[in-house]
Each structure stands twice: as C-alpha cells, then as structure tokens.
C-alpha cells in the first residue's frame, strides 16, 4: 500500500500553513477546535504549540477518529480483524517475484526474522503495509497516543467519531487486487516520498501537500472515496451533536480537512464559522 497515504492524507486548498481550526456559530454556545494529525512522525519533529495547547486544554473532551481506550474484548476482535482467512499468506494472493522481493525487503532492509515476517504474512495486504513505515523509522511518536495521555492526565472524556471495527472494515471494503497492487509499490521511492510530506507537514504548507497527495491519490480513486469522502460525511452529524453539547477538540487526519468534501467545508455547509489559528 501507499504507506504514506496511512499516515497522512491532505490535498486541501483551504488555507495556506495552518492546521488548528476554532468551529464556533449556528447557535453553539461554547467555541470547538479542529486539528489535522499526522498519525506517526519522529519523535524529534514532533511538537505541540502552545495554541494548539490551550485549544486542548479549553476543550472539555476530546474527539478523535476512533476512541483509543478499547478493551480487551475488543483488542481481542481487533486482532482477528486484521488476519487473513485461516491458513492463507499474501503469497497466497502476490505474484511470486512480487512476494519474494517483499520478503527480502522486511529481511535485509527491515532486519527482520524469518518467523518475523512469517507471522506478518498472515495480515491483510493494508494492514501488513500499515506496520512498514513504523518499522522503518525509529523512535515514532503520534499525536492521537500523546493526546489520549493528556485527556487521561486532564480528566477528560474521549470519544470517537466511528469505531475502530468499521474503520477496519472499510478497508475489507477494497478489492484484494488493489490492495495488492498498493503494498507491491516501490519501498524505497515510498520513503522518499514520505519524508517530502513530512517535511511539507512540519512547515504546515498545504499547498505543496495538495500537489504531493493528488500524486499519490490519483491512482485509487475507490481509496480516495471510501476512506476520505465518505467518511468526512458520516462524521458531521456525530461532530454537530457533540459540539451543542459542549467544547470540543477534535483531532482527524489532516487529510479529512480538505477540498469541496473535507470536514472543513462541510462544516461551513452546515453553517458553522470556521476560523483557522495560527500556531505559536
């Protein structure tokens, strides 16, 4: 899979260097706050501004894609949810040049063992592209992990704008080939690419983003629909009931606030005014 694309979707031309919104009119009474994450970047890059810190700490729960405090039950479920059917590998599903340069990727670049990768076979196509990136980079920090411990610090409630069962199950959603075809991509050039849009992140230019992110979306347009537009929708009226009841800060993939179907314009649809903050 287009690795990159799990860890930051964003072609958005809806302002220049921000990423920190206030939601505030259409009758609520308390102001709300937006922020697009990057979901895994390194320790060293990562930063919490002090805008982005009293938007936080104003808030009084925090709304993420999904709510991370999960049970064991539900560990349990998740895990199985991520496997293939029983007894199958992706070489059961990949070319065998394809599946064997993927092997020699995870054993020679990624150092992994063979039961390593033995293991991680049994993983459907996204999901085993999910875990490369994290393994190959070190010590990676998230900003949903780190503002899930400040609400725990902070005595405030989490929620989720969906849960992580059917974010998962969106991906069973995309035909096998294309997963494949998605996790057969260059790793190196994916690095590459990876570490342009970070760049491009920290620097909170959107519109370099916009032009890296069309790149890389233009060859799954089912991706691109599944996974971004029709999530966006499903959001807003969770989003709309949560911000009446009180403030909120809502943190997304930066890639959901964009274009003509990102939150921020279907907020604005919906008659909210939505202001972006300078982070300082």
Not at 121 to 126: D, E, G, T, V
Not at 141 to 167: D, H, P, R, V
Request: charged share 20%; glycine share 4%; aromatic share 10%.
């Amino acid at each position: 899979m287009k690795k990159l694309l799990f860890a930051f979707l964003l072609f958005s031309p809806f302002t220049k260097a921000q990423l920190l919104f206030e939601i505030s009119g259409n009758g609520l009474t308390q102001k709300s706050y937006l922020y697009g994450t990057i979901h895994m970047l390194p320790k060293d890059q990562f930063e919490l501004s002090n805008s982005l810190k009293r938007a936080f700490d104003a808030s009084a729960t925090l709304a993420m894609e999904v709510d991370l405090n999960m049970g064991a039950a539900e560990k349990i479920a998740l895990a199985q949810q991520v496997l293939l059917p029983e007894g199958k590998t992706l070489q059961d599903y990949m070319p065998e040049q394809d599946y064997i340069k993927l092997k020699m990727y995870c054993l020679d670049s990624l150092k992994w063992s063979a039961s390593k990768f033995e293991r991680s076979s049994k993983l459907k196509p996204m999901f085993f592209s999910s875990i490369l990136i994290q393994e190959s980079m070190t010590n990676l920090a998230s900003y949903e992990m780190e503002f899930n411990k400040m609400a725990k610090k902070k005595n405030k409630n989490t929620m989720g704008l969906e849960t992580i069962q059917f974010q998962l199950s969106l991906f069973d959603q995309l035909p096998m080939q294309t997963q494949v075809e998605m996790l057969q991509a260059d790793l190196d050039s994916e690095l590459k690419n990876f570490d342009t849009l970070l760049a491009c992140y920290l620097k909170e230019d959107l519109e370099a983003l916009q032009v890296l992110m069309n790149a890389e979306t233009a060859a799954y347009p089912e991706f691109n629909e599944l996974l971004l537009v029709n999530r966006n929708k499903s959001w807003i009226a969770p989003m709309a009931a949560q911000m009446q009841k009180e403030s909120t800060f809502f943190a997304v993939g930066a890639g959901h606030l964009g274009g003509p179907n990102g939150v921020l314009e279907l907020l604005k649809q919906q008659g909210y005014t939505v202001s972006a903050i300078k982070q300082k």
